[in-house]
């Protein structure tokens, strides 16, 4: 029996886009794909933390450099003689004659943080007898007994200095978020990132967030298209990932041999001034295979989303975690119904 041609109508054409059947065919359309929820509004579930300061110093965590310097010059106790053992020389010139008030005080703190850090990275720093008379923390003592490596081995390393130095060095914590009144709640404690357990690829991200104070201030940001760090493994600064402030566009691209505000990769869409300190509905669709993403948000939520920020970089798609990040200590931001669209289409 011949097969008979169909010409398809424009009519017959929008009722194949439906599932309706044209002479006997069903045209079956696409399943929307699966929203899954992202945070449950009780626990953290899902997400992992990193805090920067959990594992290295920066010159405001030293919290008297006088103090500081003159041990790490001519302290007689077995820590700070071990430290001196340790820093370069010409950073141990400039700690002896260190005064805060110097012109070039700024440049010496951060020349010891280099080193400090080079130190905290390396090879465990513990001996029973350097550290005899120091009280440990129960963190540190326990990380004491567990003997570990990689970043943990750098988490004892740097617990270790601030226990013996409790009035010059500022303690951390290896957490910066928690859960409050149903929502992801930043404690303030440090710079650092919480992201998914899971990688993603191509999706539509929904979720609704406020900023609620900073000290020093800063745009509550999300990060995309990052780098998962590996077991053991130091992370990279914001996970190498594409940053999008929200909700008002702000961006920023970390990116090993980047960390710059980008170029014409980004392109604001609609220069707004949503409050930061309002809820705000945010959506962003990224598709890592063609390096693009973008942002929509509402507010106040429920009302008409608006275009705020459009990204395109095919060299910088990648399928990765997904994180919001505390750009600096003090930033206190909330985030809730955190909800993701997996193999989302693109929208042109």
């Known amino acids: 029996m011949p097969v008979r041609a169909i010409g398809f109508t424009r009519r017959m054409l929008l009722k194949s886009s439906i599932g309706l059947p044209i002479s006997g065919v069903v045209f079956a359309r696409p399943s929307p794909p699966e929203t899954v929820a992202l945070f449950d509004g009780k626990t953290l579930n899902g997400w992992l933390q990193i805090e920067n300061n959990a594992t290295a110093f920066s010159s405001s965590g030293i919290t008297d450099p006088a103090a500081f310097a003159s041990k790490l010059s001519t302290g007689a106790d077995p820590v700070s003689a071990f430290l001196r053992s340790q820093l370069r020389e010409p950073v141990k010139v400039d700690l002896a004659t260190y005064v805060p008030a110097s012109p070039n005080a700024k440049t010496i703190l951060s020349e010891l943080v280099r080193n400090l850090n080079l130190i905290v990275a390396g090879r465990s720093i513990y001996d029973p007898a350097r550290f005899r008379g120091v009280v440990l923390r129960p963190e540190t003592a326990a990380l004491v007994r567990e003997n570990p490596h990689g970043q943990t081995l750098a988490r004892l390393n740097k617990l270790l200095l601030e226990d013996a130095y409790p009035s010059e060095l500022a303690p951390s914590s290896s957490t910066g978020w928690t859960v409050k009144d149903g929502a992801m709640a930043s404690t303030g ?15 539509r991200l929904l979720f609704t967030m406020r900023h609620i104070s900073g000290n020093p201030d800063h745009q509550a940001c999300v990060l995309i298209f990052c780098t998962r760090p590996e077991a053991g493994e130091i992370p990279l600064d914001a996970l190498g990932g594409i940053q999008f402030q929200v909700p008002n566009g702000g961006h920023w691209d970390y990116r090993p041999g980047m960390n710059e505000s980008g170029g014409a990769e980004f392109t ?9 300190h309002d809820w705000s509905r945010v959506e962003i669709v990224a598709d890592a295979a063609a390096g693009t993403a973008r942002m929509s948000v509402a507010q106040p939520v429920g009302s008409r989303p608006i275009e705020v920020l459009r990204f395109m970089n095919p060299t910088a798609g990648k399928t990765g975690p997904i994180a919001w990040q505390m750009h600096n200590a003090g930033l206190l931001d909330e985030y809730k119904d955190v909800s993701i669209e997996v193999d989302a289409p693109a929208q042109h």
Request: proline share 0%.
């Open 189 to 203: 404690s440090g710079r650092g990132v919480i992201y998914t357990a899971h990688d993603y690829g191509r999706f």
């Open 268 to 276: 604001v869409v609609n220069r707004t001034s949503f409050d930061v």
